[in-house]
Nanobody
Framework: QLVESGGGLVQTGGSLRLSCTASGRLFSSHVLAWFRRAPGKELEYVGA????????YYSDSVKGRFFLSKDNAGNAVSLQMNDLKPEDTAVYSC???????????????WGQGTQVTVSS
């Protein structure tokens, strides 16, 4: 099970930190990814992190603004979001897979999501 937290309302240019905590064990083969869905739009890949070595991957739309990190002890992954823009408004969900793919079909376990709203 994956549980996201940290969403909320923030002004343009602000920051938020999302967390994704896994209740089950995470293995070195696992990759944790974040996706987001804005109202009326398709699911969009945000980025991913390898549980084994912490290597990160980002979509072009968030590169340089969003940063992933992992907490081995807490069995969790964080998504630090800086310089937020209104177009970042979406429900953010984390997922577990075995490849840092941008395709949602490659992930087999999903959290419920957390709302992020960026006001202009």
């Amino acid at each position: 099970q994956l549980v996201e937290s940290g969403g909320g309302l923030v002004q343009t240019g602000g920051s938020l930190r999302l967390s994704c905590t896994a209740s089950g064990r995470l293995f070195s083969s696992h990759v944790l990814a974040w996706f987001r869905r804005a109202p009326g739009k398709e699911l969009e890949y945000v980025g991913a992190i390898r549980w084994s070595n912490g290597r990160t991957y980002y979509s072009d739309s968030v590169k340089g603004r969003f940063f992933l990190s992992k907490d081995n002890a807490g069995n969790a992954v964080s998504l630090q979001m800086n310089d937020l823009k209104p177009e970042d408004t979406a429900v953010y969900s984390c997922a577990v897979g075995t490849s840092p793919s941008s395709s949602s079909t490659e992930y087999f376990r999903w959290g419920q999501g957390t709302q992020v709203t960026v006001s202009s």
